[in-house]
Structure formats: C-alpha cells, structure tokens
C-alpha cells in the first residue's frame, strides 16, 4: 500500500502511527486491502488513548457504538468529528455555550446530513470557543499541552492532528479554520463563501461565515471539498463551485510550477521571527522548484475594510445573542455580552455601508489578484500561543473571510519548541478548484520532512 500523502508531524514517542488519512483511507478501502472497522478501530483506539488528555470532543460515540455502525457509501464506516457548532439530531449540541447543553436539534445540519448519505460515521461533536467566539474550551494543543490549539474549531484540529479522525467538519468567520489548522499541523480549507453548506450551523455572522474542512492532506480536503460542496443554490447565499478533478488513484493533478503572490501587509511587523523565518524557507524551496514568487499588496482601502468586518460581526452578532444575555446574563461570558453592546450601537447605515463596502471588494479583488496562481500570506502571527486562554490572534485570516474568498493553509516548518508554523494560499472567488490544484504543488514541493527552525 502506498503511504499516505501530505505533511503529518512527527510521532510523539508515546502516540501510536497515525492511521490513513481520508484520501488513502477510501482508495485502500476500495481496493479490499484495508477494512472500513478495521481502519475505524486504528482511529477508535487513538481516540480512546489520548481523548482524556486532550479534550477535543465534547461528546462521541463509545468504541463499541462506533464500530458496530454498518453503513453503506464511497465514505462507508470512515469516522468524522463534527465541530459543535453544526446541529446533529443523534447528539447533543451545545455551540459551545451551558445555554445549551442539553439541546438536542431536531434534524442534522444540511452537511451532516450529506456526510450520512456518503456513509461517513459520525462519530462525535468537537469542542468550540463559545457561540464560536473567543472564549475558549478545554481542548489543548496535541503537540505541546501547554499551548492552544487556536479557535475556534478547536477540538476539530486536534482530533484530525492525532489521527482520531481522518476529517473534521469546522467553521471560520475570522480565522477558525485556517488558524488551528496552522496550530496544530495539519491542512485546512476554507472554500469559497456559500459554496459549502451552512443550513444548521449555528450564526455568528451571516454575511461572513463559512463552513470549512480539516484533514491531513490537500488531497484529503479536496475530496471533501467535492463530494460536499453545495450543489444547487437552494441555500440562501449558497454558489455553486465546480469539483477540481481528481484521480481515484493520485488524487489532484498539481498545478505548477506557480506564481505567487507574497503579501506584504500593514501589520507584518506582528509576525513572529519564527514564522518570517518559516516563510522565507518556503518561498526559497518554491523558487527553487521553479516557481515565480513576488512579493505583493493590495491597496490600503482592503486593510481599511476590517473595520468594515468587524461592523458586520457586530451588528449581526448581536442580534443573535440580544435573548442569550437578556434571559442567560449569567451564563454569557463577557464577550458575547460585549457583542452584544457594540452591536446595539451600530446604526443601519454603518452595516449597510460595511455590505457594501465587501460587495465591491470582493469584486475588485479578482483584479488585483490578476496574474497570480494564489497569494503566499502567513495563516497566524506564529507559533499556537502559551496557554489556553487566547486561542491567538486571527488578523491574517480575517481579510479572505470578510472578502468570501478560498484560502487553504499547510504545515511547512516547526518551531524550536516543535510547534506547527504554516503557510496560507488565497484565491480570487470561485477559484476553489485551482487554489487546490496550486496547494498540491506547493504541497508536494515541500513535502516532509517539515524542517525544525533552529
């Protein structure tokens, strides 16, 4: 059997191997030379050994449950972990908050619902930030504990970093995919606005938020990616993207070599030497594989724009959580309650003008990505940070939010301290198949080992 593709980190000495990831899973699967329980029960027996330290789930199904499930699929047994945030009928849903937890939705979200129907067992809810905002929950960053494995999908990236899920389902509205994903070493998509289905997900910001995709490899997120994306526009706000192309042997078909597009930003002085240092031995491996990096911005009104996101955020947020702190004061931490403030000072016209002001952006950004393949930009500050109160800082994944545009993040180096350090791909919107394309390239460019920065 091949080994599987993509960057995985390297074992801690008392972890087992980690199992497939989902790409190599479904074709060994396929092929009779791998057992959908048998694999299930590599990912149970992880999840059984590491779960009560690391806290990534907040409910899963016992070993037993999860391997007595028969399904039938292309996805048939594979488990996944969906972040508490999405509704699911068969467990209890918090959205991370102790207003809800002992809610039980009704029906599946539309993606749950779609990973049942390809077979796909869902085998747990992973922990969230509360409302999938900044306080953070009890999961810890699977390479070093000490550290947050950032937010707010954060038991998603931990559970698929240690190889208890092959996937898992998250959410981003500033950085809650990419980030983690960055944290805790593994690939992270978010695909373009409305292009993967949001119906059950609970709201932060309408106008801003997506559902996204973890896994080991961009293999494994360009699978799901296609068999997952919307696709009819019966979803409000819902696009339909096209599927990238791929072999059920290989998998992508790597676009490159590329031309990329460095992002030189205002706030680059907020980047950690570690992860300036990361990025330059990227760029250098890049160049030396024949790609064409050069180094690029985008005009001030873009930067300017975030205060735009954060009037969306606010004026929309607060909304949702005006009943939460008025019947539930008590069990509101103090950043849902100071949502809730600023967005009750919001006008009408300030939110109308932040719409408008994405709309156009949004529009005149395929301009100013013309002649690039993706923008090369850093998906953190740096290294997960020291400790678990602040699931770090998402300012350099915030821009491709509020602008609905796919960016997809890699693992490429790590830290002294071992930590994950990675880098972000952006494409203009819609190009979601060829921002995969390009990432295999750059993927398979800098494949393992990740170098250890000194």
Avoid at 134 to 152: A, C, D, K, M, Y
Avoid at 268 to 293: F, H, I, K, N, P
């Amino acid at each position: 059997m091949t080994p599987p593709t993509g960057h995985t980190m390297p074992q801690h000495p008392s972890r087992p191997a980690l199992p497939l990831g989902l790409f190599d899973a479904c074709r060994a699967i396929a092929a009779g030379t791998l057992s959908a329980q048998d694999y299930a029960r590599q990912c149970a027996a992880i999840t059984d050994q590491l779960e009560p330290a690391l806290h990534a789930f907040v409910t899963r199904l016992p070993t037993p449950e999860l391997l007595a499930v028969q399904a039938t699929g292309p996805w048939a047994g594979i488990p996944v972990a969906v972040k508490d945030l999405i509704d699911t009928a068969q467990f209890v849903t918090t959205y991370g908050s102790p207003i809800y937890a002992a809610h039980r939705p009704a029906r599946d979200a539309r993606i749950v619902a779609a990973l049942r129907q390809l077979g796909a067992v869902v085998c747990g809810k992973t922990v969230t930030t509360e409302f999938a905002w900044r306080q953070n929950g009890p999961t810890v960053n699977p390479i070093h504990p000490e550290h947050t494995p950032g937010g707010s999908s954060s038991g998603s990236a931990a559970a698929v970093a240690t190889g208890m899920v092959p996937l898992a389902v998250g959410t981003q509205t500033y950085g809650s995919v990419i980030r983690p994903a960055a944290y805790c070493g593994v690939v992270g998509l978010k695909a373009s606005f409305g292009a993967v289905p949001r119906q059950g997900a609970f709201p932060v910001s309408g106008a801003l938020d997506h559902v996204g995709f973890l896994a080991r490899s961009v293999n494994d997120v360009a699978l799901a990616f296609n068999l997952l994306r919307n696709q009819t526009t019966e979803e409000p706000g819902s696009v339909v993207v096209p599927a990238v192309p791929m072999d059920s042997q290989t998998g992508l078909r790597p676009h490159g070599p590329v031309g990329l597009a460095w992002l030189q930003t205002p706030f680059d002085d907020r980047v950690s030497a570690e992860q300036t240092q990361a990025m330059q031995q990227a760029v250098d491996r890049l160049r030396a594989a024949g790609a064409v990096v050069q180094t690029h911005t985008l005009p001030q009104a873009y930067w300017d724009a975030l205060q735009a996101m954060d009037c969306l955020v606010q004026s929309e947020g607060g909304q949702v959580h005006q009943q939460h702190v008025a019947q539930h004061p008590d069990l509101c931490s103090v950043h849902i309650h100071e949502m809730v403030a600023k967005g009750s000072a919001r006008t009408a016209s300030e939110y109308r003008s932040a719409l408008a002001v994405q709309q156009h952006l949004r529009a005149d950004s395929r301009a100013q990505l013309q002649g690039f393949d993706a923008v090369l930009t850093v998906p953190a500050t740096g290294e997960a940070p020291h400790g678990l109160g602040f699931t770090g800082d998402p300012l350099f994944c915030a821009l491709w939010s509020f602008l609905g545009l796919p960016a997809i993040t890699l693992p490429v180096a790590r830290s002294p301290r071992g930590l994950p350090l990675g880098l972000q791909l952006v494409a203009p919107f819609g190009q979601d198949g060829h921002l995969l394309r390009t990432a295999r390239w750059v993927e398979d460019t800098l494949a393992d080992p990740t170098p250890l920065l000194s």
